[in-house]
Nanobody, 123 residues
Framework: VQLQASGGGLVQAGGSLRLSCVASGRTFGDHAMGWFRQAPGKEREFVAA????????YYGDSAKGRFTIARDNAKNTVYLHMNSLKPEDTAIYYC?????????????????WGQGTQVTVSS
């Protein structure tokens, strides 16, 4: 299984970015794909998740109202559209596959992780 995240970069506060995560190596049924982020010195934080088949997005508190998660099944790709970015959104963003049976917000329920993409929001 390989997860390739991309789309990070440097953006000014109030700007937007779109992250992409391409999955390859196997099919995932209706497992969820999640986005997490980790800022320096902080715990890894759940951002959003979406299942491959059923249309059920889930958002962490920091993402609600500003971020949108979407998927393109034909491309095995999950996107994270981020709007109204703030300096506190600065972090490495990781995509991962939820393979457990526990909460989508729990990073320990994800077995496969991408390499991360850096998002930096300047004030």
């Amino acid at each position: 299984v390989q997860l390739q995240a991309s789309g990070g970069g440097l953006v000014q506060a109030g700007g937007s970015l779109r992250l992409s995560c391409v999955a390859s190596g196997r099919t995932f049924g209706d497992h969820a794909m999640g986005w997490f982020r980790q800022a320096p010195g902080k715990e890894r934080e759940f951002v959003a998740a979406i299942r491959w088949i059923s249309d059920s997005p889930y958002y962490g508190d920091s993402a609600k109202g500003r971020f949108t998660i979407a998927r393109d099944n034909a491309k095995n790709t999950v996107y994270l559209h981020m709007n109204s970015l703030k300096p506190e959104d600065t972090a490495i963003y990781y995509c991962a596959v939820h393979t457990g049976v526990g909460r989508l917000q729990d990073s320990s329920e994800y077995a496969y992780w991408g390499q991360g993409t850096q998002v930096t929001v300047s004030s």
